[in-house]
Each structure stands twice: as structure tokens, then as C-alpha cells.
């Protein structure tokens, strides 16, 4: 049996949530290939051949796959799905994208953000942003898979030895183009990777504030930064900074939430973090009850003395 | 210009749900529904095109059982001009819906579908993208901005991406989802609550649109996720970073 992943990664660099994938399928079991599509992106399919159980690197390199428009990458799978029991892809916002635009083509039904594998057609999913999991198994010719990356280490990035193979491009439907990508720049770790998570919520008061506390909370602990969706909607932070339900879901070591008060949708990114710790100054605030370590103090006071305390 | 905004019946987002103890599912019973959050921005972003002169006609449409149609109502209520109800008793799973949701496309020509990027109960983040496959329309899913040009019939959406933002020109007839950034949706006035009662609301069923909407995914259990350890209170910053380092050893 076969296995193909689709590569996450922006022409140049190969992302982490690929890496994770490449664990999902590994727990399938079977020849697993990746797939990169993009435009110049020879380099990534280097860097994918060294995955470490990786058999096969496919690569599609085309002008037109320049945005990974959802319309020409779907149909360029479904025409290399013949022999694949499984395509997977990292639950990203790519893979979320694109996958179940492959599942509709390929008349089968999609399994998303699944935590574990029970069997090559048993899968364990959350449900009700995490209140639940189900255990769901798929009849169908392909399983088509995304991946919640937090639920899978990630494979090796060096060590592996794939032949890299260049297909054809399939066409250009130009249904879709990409007029700009805004990314938000920062020096810090990626948020759905890091290590140590740095989180604020509403009771920070301001982006000012926001970013004069839990800036140098960070840099000490080399920390990325987070929000809940109250500080984006307040304009404290951009809204890809969101952990929860609608935003990005972590597993850090350790999750710092300060002024985060915990509702469902928030706990839903964040409660799989190994230890949890929360500052509000509210003793009743839901998050206590999922937190290791509660502190209830005036965040405004606590934040500077925890940062000169490191 | 026409557009159809699909929408579906969950339980309320604020309602802590529960597992049944033999594992069959999640426990609805006398449990409060409302509209899927993410489906009343897909609503008040057709009705804000509409308001704009952009937008002549606002159909939503809801699949499942026959108390959909209450959610229908709530619908008609934010200003969509009629309802349509596909009914059935039939688990749907999203490429079902999809499919009947191509159907109802079928019949009624929109230029747009605009949906909600995920149902906060099945949390699959799939129905938008299968439609437009099916449909072969492109897709600008997770939309936190919408300006459409009828004149030269394409549809500029902003998107929300793992890194930031992008911004996507699809040709129309296209298929849109809603981020919760787009819009504030509106509440329902009571005038508008008992004039969306003579709002025409038409049903269907999958068997006149002809859809197999079998399920496709079998549930083998539904299982509460493991519990965390009740953790402790400290008393000051300094027993914080104390514990941090030496008994949870998460910090150097």
C-alpha cells in the first residue's frame, strides 16, 4: 500500500506541520511519497527527500502552482490518486483548504484533524472544539486525511534518502489567482511548533500593553506569543496570534495564558499543553480549572516580576 | 444577483456538552440549538452584499431534520428573502451535504454559495470546498473580507492563513467561506422575527433531489477526552517560577 503527503511549504522552505504528517503515515503503514507542488520550489523537494521515511518525492513544479491555489492543486492530485490508499496532508490552513476539494473529486468522504491512528481505516477525531473524540472508520477506496499536527511528533528531518521524481503539471484552470500575501513577520518560533506559548487575552487592555508585558516575558523564555480571540478582536495582535477552536491549535510544553479568562472555544487550541499555567485576577475564571499552576494576582504587576524573576 | 447561503442547525457555542456513557455519540437531548456561529456571518455577509445593491436575492438552506427549519426562520429574520429546507432524518455528513447542496445550485443558478468555514459541532472544515469541487467553481475559503465585482464578474476575498493574510480573485459563480473576522452579525429585531413568519420556506427532500446521502464515515465510539489533573494554586510569582523550574522543569 501507498501513502501520499501532501508538502506544506512556500516555494522555498519546507514546512514543520509536513513532518508530522509524515508520522500519521508512518502509523498507516506503507510506502509513503511527497508530494510538492509550487513553482521554483526544486529546493523544497531536496529538503523533502531527506525526511526520514519518506520512499519517494514527486514533484510538480510549474508558474501556475506559484500560490497553491486550491482549484489546479485538487485536480493535479486527483490525477495522481491512482494507487494511493491514503492522502494525507498537515491540518494547516493549506491542507484544510485543499484536501476536501481532493476528497469531493475522488467522491469520498474526508476524516479531518485526526489525533491518532487506530487502524488504516480507523481514526480517532476531536469533536465540539475537543469536548469530544470520535473514533470514526472510513469503507471508502481512499482514505483522505488531515493531520492535527500536535497529535504526532514530527518525523526527522534529515536522514532519509528519497529519489526525487519530477511529474508533469496538470492544467491551469485559472479560476483563481493570488493577488497578495500579507504575512506577519517575527523573529520568534512558529506558534503551532513552539515549545514555550506566551498568551494574552482581553485583560491586557491594549496592543501597547499586550506588547510592553508579554514581549520580554517571551524573549526570556524564547517563547512565540499567542492571543485569545478576544485580544484580536480588540486589534491587540493580528488574528493569526489565535489559539482555540477557529484559530490554531498548540501543544506546547509549556502555555502561559495571562489574562485569558478560558472559555470552550479558547480551551479547545490549547489544552493539550503539557503544563498549563494561568494569571488572572479573577479566581473564578475557567481557566484555573484546566491550569497546573494558577496565580491569582493583577497581571499588570505579576508579568514584570515573573520576567525579571527568569 | 443571487446568493445561497447554506446554513446548519448545532448546538449553541456556549453549551458544555456531554457523552452519553455507552460512547454512541454526544448527548442532545433538551440540549439549546442555535445557528452555527460561523453560518450567521455567512448570513449577515449576504445581507450586507444585499443592502450594497450587489446582491437581489438571499436564499439560505438548510439539510437535516424538520426543526432545521426554525434556524431557517432566525435566517429569514437577519434578511434572507426565503428559505429552502432539504429534510431528512439521515445522519448527514459534509460531502452529503455537499451534494445536496450542488442540487439545490442546480435548481436555483446563484452566483455565489457563501457558508461558514466549519460547523462547531462536527468541526470537519470540509462542506465549502466539496461544493465548489462538485460544482467546479473555485473557492476563497476562511473570508475575513468580500468585495464583489458583478461588472467584471469576479469576487476578491481576503483570506486567513496559517501566516497572515492572502487575497484571492475567483471568477463567479465562486464559493466563499466565513472566518469569524468578516462581520458582527446582526440580531434579529422582533418586526423582522414575525415577518420572516410569511417568508416563503420551500422542502425538499434528497430523494426528490436525487443525492444518495448515505453516510460515508462510520462512528465507532464517541469518547470524553482524558481529564486534566486538577492543578494547584501558588501564591506569588516567586513559588511560580520555583515550581516551573524545579518540579515541572518546563523552564531552565
Given at each position: 500500500?501507498?501513502?501520499l503527503v501532501?508538502?506544506?511549504?512556500?516555494?522555498?522552505?519546507?514546512?514543520?506541520?509536513?513532518l508530522?504528517?509524515v508520522?500519521?503515515?508512518g502509523?498507516?503503514?506503507?510506502?509513503?511519497?511527497l508530494?510538492?507542488v509550487?513553482?521554483?520550489c526544486?529546493?523544497v523537494?531536496?529538503?523533502a527527500a531527506?525526511?526520514?521515511?519518506?520512499?519517494?518525492?514527486?514533484?510538480?513544479?510549474?508558474?501556475h502552482?506559484?500560490?497553491?491555489?486550491?482549484?489546479?492543486v485538487a485536480?493535479?492530485?486527483?490525477?495522481?490518486?491512482a494507487?494511493?490508499?491514503?492522502?494525507?496532508?498537515?491540518?494547516?490552513?493549506?491542507?484544510?483548504?485543499?484536501?476536501?476539494?481532493?476528497?469531493?473529486?475522488?467522491?469520498?468522504?474526508?476524516?479531518?484533524?485526526?489525533?491518532?491512528?487506530?487502524?488504516?481505516?480507523?481514526f480517532?477525531?476531536?469533536?465540539?472544539?475537543?469536548?469530544a473524540l470520535?473514533?470514526?472508520?472510513?469503507k471508502?477506496?481512499?482514505?483522505?486525511?488531515?493531520?492535527?499536527?500536535?497529535?504526532?511528533?514530527?518525523?526527522?528531518?534529515?536522514?532519509?534518502?528519497?529519489?526525487v521524481?519530477?511529474?508533469?503539471?496538470?492544467?491551469?484552470?485559472?479560476?483563481?489567482?493570488?493577488v497578495?500575501r500579507?504575512?506577519t513577520?517575527?523573529?520568534?518560533?512558529?506558534?503551532?511548533?513552539?515549545?514555550?506559548?506566551?498568551?494574552?487575552?482581553?485583560?491586557?487592555?491594549?496592543?501597547?500593553?499586550?506588547?510592553?508585558l508579554?514581549?520580554?516575558?517571551?524573549?526570556?523564555?524564547?517563547?512565540?506569543?499567542?492571543a485569545?480571540?478576544?485580544?484580536?478582536?480588540?486589534g491587540?495582535?493580528?488574528?493569526?496570534?489565535?489559539?482555540?477552536?477557529?484559530?490554531?491549535?498548540?501543544?506546547?510544553?509549556?502555555?502561559?495564558?495571562?489574562?485569558?479568562?478560558?472559555?470552550?472555544?479558547h480551551?479547545?487550541?490549547?489544552?493539550?499543553a503539557?503544563?498549563?499555567?494561568?494569571?488572572?485576577?479573577?479566581?473564578?475564571?475557567?481557566?484555573?480549572?484546566?491550569a497546573?499552576?494558577?496565580?491569582?494576582?493583577d497581571?499588570f504587576?505579576?508579568?514584570p516580576?515573573?520576567?525579571?524573576?527568569? | 444577483?443571487?446568493?445561497?447561503?447554506p446554513?446548519?442547525?448545532?448546538?449553541d457555542f456556549?453549551?458544555?456538552?456531554?457523552?452519553k456513557?455507552?460512547?454512541?455519540?454526544?448527548d442532545?437531548?433538551?440540549v439549546?440549538?442555535?445557528?452555527?456561529?460561523?453560518?450567521e456571518?455567512?448570513?449577515?455577509?449576504a445581507?450586507r452584499?444585499?443592502e450594497?445593491?450587489v446582491?437581489?436575492e438571499?436564499?439560505?438552506?438548510?439539510?437535516?431534520?424538520?426543526?432545521c427549519q426554525?434556524?431557517?426562520?432566525?435566517?429569514?429574520a437577519?434578511?434572507a428573502?426565503?428559505?429552502?429546507?432539504?429534510?431528512?432524518?439521515?445522519?448527514?455528513?459534509?460531502l452529503?451535504?455537499?451534494?445536496?447542496?450542488?442540487?439545490v445550485?442546480?435548481?436555483?443558478a446563484?452566483?455565489?454559495?457563501?457558508l461558514?468555514?466549519?460547523?462547531?459541532?462536527?468541526?470537519?472544515?470540509?462542506?465549502?470546498q466539496?461544493?465548489a469541487?462538485?460544482?467546479?467553481?473555485?473557492?476563497?475559503?476562511f473570508?475575513?473580507?468580500?468585495?464583489?465585482?458583478?461588472?467584471?464578474g469576479?469576487?476578491?476575498?481576503?483570506r486567513?492563513?496559517?501566516g497572515?493574510?492572502?487575497?484571492?480573485?475567483?471568477?463567479?459563480?465562486?464559493?466563499?467561506t466565513?472566518?469569524?473576522?468578516?462581520?458582527?452579525?446582526?440580531?434579529?429585531?422582533?418586526?423582522?422575527?414575525?415577518?420572516a413568519?410569511?417568508k416563503?420556506?420551500?422542502t425538499?427532500?434528497?430523494?426528490?433531489?436525487?443525492?444518495?446521502?448515505?453516510?460515508?464515515?462510520?462512528?465507532?465510539?464517541?469518547?470524553?477526552?482524558?481529564k486534566?489533573?486538577?492543578?494547584?494554586?501558588?501564591?506569588?510569582?516567586?513559588?511560580?517560577v520555583?515550581?516551573?523550574?524545579?518540579?515541572?522543569?518546563?523552564i531552565?
Open positions: 500500500m501507498k501513502l501532501l508538502a506544506e511549504h512556500d516555494n522555498v522552505q519546507l514546512k514543520a506541520a509536513t508530522n504528517a508520522t500519521a503515515a502509523k498507516i503503514g506503507g510506502e509513503i511519497h508530494l510538492v509550487g513553482s521554483g526544486a529546493g523537494a531536496e529538503q531527506k525526511v526520514a521515511g519518506v520512499a519517494q518525492v514527486k514533484l510538480v513544479d510549474a508558474p502552482y506559484a500560490g497553491q491555489t486550491a482549484e489546479n485536480v493535479l492530485i486527483q490525477a495522481h490518486a494507487g494511493y490508499g491514503h492522502i494525507l496532508a498537515a491540518a494547516t490552513s493549506q491542507g484544510k483548504n485543499v484536501l476536501p476539494r481532493v476528497a469531493a473529486l475522488l467522491d469520498v468522504a474526508q476524516i479531518s484533524d485526526i489525533l491518532a491512528v487506530e487502524d488504516g481505516e480507523t480517532v477525531r476531536p469533536i465540539y472544539a475537543g469536548n470520535a473514533t470514526v472508520r472510513s471508502d477506496a481512499v482514505k483522505v486525511i488531515t493531520v492535527r499536527t500536535t497529535g504526532f511528533d514530527p518525523a526527522p528531518a534529515e536522514g532519509g534518502q528519497a529519489v521524481e519530477a511529474l508533469p503539471p496538470g492544467p491551469d484552470l485559472g479560476q483563481a489567482r493570488l497578495t500579507e504575512l513577520k517575527s523573529a520568534r518560533p512558529e506558534l503551532a511548533a513552539a515549545k514555550v506559548i506566551v498568551s494574552g487575552g482581553r485583560a491586557l487592555g491594549s496592543g501597547e500593553n499586550y506588547r510592553q508579554l514581549e520580554p516575558l517571551a524573549d526570556k523564555l524564547g517563547a512565540a506569543l499567542g485569545s480571540r478576544a485580544a484580536v478582536d480588540a491587540f495582535v493580528p488574528n493569526d496570534y489565535q489559539v482555540g477552536q477557529t484559530g490554531k491549535i498548540v501543544a506546547p510544553q509549556l502555555y502561559i495564558a495571562v489574562g485569558i479568562s478560558g472559555a470552550i472555544q480551551l479547545a487550541g490549547m489544552k493539550d503539557k503544563v498549563i499555567v494561568a494569571i488572572n485576577k479573577d479566581p473564578d475564571a475557567p481557566i484555573f480549572q484546566v497546573d499552576y494558577g496565580l491569582v494576582a497581571l504587576q505579576a508579568i516580576e515573573l520576567t525579571a524573576a527568569l | 444577483m443571487k446568493v445561497i447561503v446554513i446548519k442547525r448545532v448546538v456556549n453549551v458544555k456538552v456531554r457523552v456513557a455507552d460512547g454512541s455519540g454526544v442532545l437531548a433538551n439549546k440549538m442555535a445557528m452555527n456561529p460561523f453560518d456571518i455567512a448570513v449577515e455577509e445581507v452584499q444585499k450594497a445593491g446582491v437581489t438571499v436564499v439560505a438552506v438548510s439539510c437535516g431534520v424538520a426543526a426554525e434556524t431557517l426562520r432566525t435566517a429569514m437577519l434578511g428573502d426565503r428559505g429552502i429546507l432539504v429534510d431528512t432524518d439521515v445522519e448527514l455528513q459534509p452529503a451535504v455537499a451534494k445536496l447542496l450542488k442540487a445550485v442546480a435548481k436555483e446563484p452566483q455565489l454559495v457563501i461558514g468555514k466549519q460547523a462547531i459541532d462536527d468541526d470537519a472544515n470540509q462542506t465549502g466539496m461544493l469541487a462538485l460544482l467546479g467553481w473555485p473557492q476563497a475559503t473570508a475575513s473580507k468580500v468585495v464583489v465585482d458583478t461588472a467584471a469576479q469576487v476578491t476575498v481576503t486567513e492563513v496559517d497572515g493574510l492572502e487575497t484571492l480573485e475567483l471568477k463567479l459563480p465562486a464559493v466563499v466565513t472566518d469569524l473576522r468578516l462581520n458582527e452579525p446582526r440580531y434579529a429585531t422582533l418586526p423582522n422575527i414575525m415577518k413568519k410569511k416563503p420556506l420551500e425538499l427532500t434528497p430523494e426528490t433531489l436525487g443525492v444518495d446521502a448515505t453516510p460515508r464515515l462510520a462512528t465507532v465510539k464517541v469518547v470524553e477526552p482524558p486534566r489533573a486538577a492543578g494547584i494554586r501558588v501564591a506569588d510569582v516567586a513559588q511560580l520555583d515550581k516551573l523550574r524545579n518540579e515541572a522543569k518546563v531552565a
